[in-house]
């Protein structure tokens, strides 16, 4: 596993389906060493903490290998290190591989795997297409977002090298699948609302579906 590129941007303001929107996803490779804080990498900025970065949503990242599938979506031209927003673009970190709370050493990083990406409308104006929202949410697809446990500095090239396994058998797809279509399995999602590291908007969500399921 590697880090293929790094990608940070500042906010901006734009214009989206004749709406004003401030967003900081348009990320641009960076080339050489980026600085990882606690809750940012350098050169980055979110653009609405009420629902992006913090500490659970420090750095975000997504694998290379899901454009294969957006091929059918999204014109090739549009699919670039940081297409999705993510700050690391990856090579062999997949959703169903990586469980919530797993350790990586990233550089001189340490990061904690967190929780899967929920998308929103700026993912419409960064790949042109507001249909892209909907079909980003169900396709089990998400990125991983990650905490700083200790901060350092990273680049592309990098290796990702797991140095801590979770003990809680809950994986990013596992959590991703709660915001896709039902039926839910009701024993995931028990694993889920068990997590003492869950969001508070997270364990309601959880929550609805888990008093519904069979």
């Known amino acids: 596993m590697h880090v293929l590129s790094v990608n940070t941007a500042l906010p901006q303001d734009v214009i989206w389906q004749g709406q ?6 348009n990320k641009q490779p960076v080339h ?3 600085t990882v804080y606690a809750d940012h990498l350098a050169g980055d900025e979110q653009a609405d903490l009420r629902v ?6 420090a750095v975000y990242a997504y694998a290379q290998e899901h454009h294969a599938y957006w091929q059918q979506f999204i014109p090739a031209a549009r699919l670039v290190p940081g297409a999705f927003g993510e700050n690391l673009t990856t090579v062999g970190l997949l959703e169903d591989q990586v469980c919530v709370g797993d350790q990586f050493q990233v ?3 340490i990061l904690v795997a967190q ?6 409308v700026k993912l419409g104006w960064r790949l042109q297409d507001a249909s892209l929202v909907r079909r980003f949410a169900e396709a089990g697809r998400s990125g991983i977002y990650f905490r700083v446990q200790q901060p350092g500095v990273l680049q592309a090239g990098d290796s990702l ?5 979770s003990p809680y058998a809950v994986t990013m797809q596992d959590m991703a699948a709660v915001y896709a279509p039902g039926p839910h399995d009701p024993v ?3 694993a889920i609302y068990a997590l ?8 309601e969500r959880v929550g609805r579906l888990l008093a519904t399921a069979g």
């Open 52 to 57: 992006h970065g913090g500490p659970d949503k």
């Open 107 to 109: 550089g001189t990083a």
């Open 188 to 190: 995931k999602l028990a």
């Open 196 to 203: 003492p590291t869950l969001s508070a908007s997270w364990r």
């Open 115 to 120: 929780q899967p990406r929920q998308p929103c």
């Open 32 to 34: 050489g060493p980026v």
């Open 20 to 25: 004003p929107l401030r967003t900081s996803i």
């Open 161 to 165: 090298t797991l140095v801590a396994r």
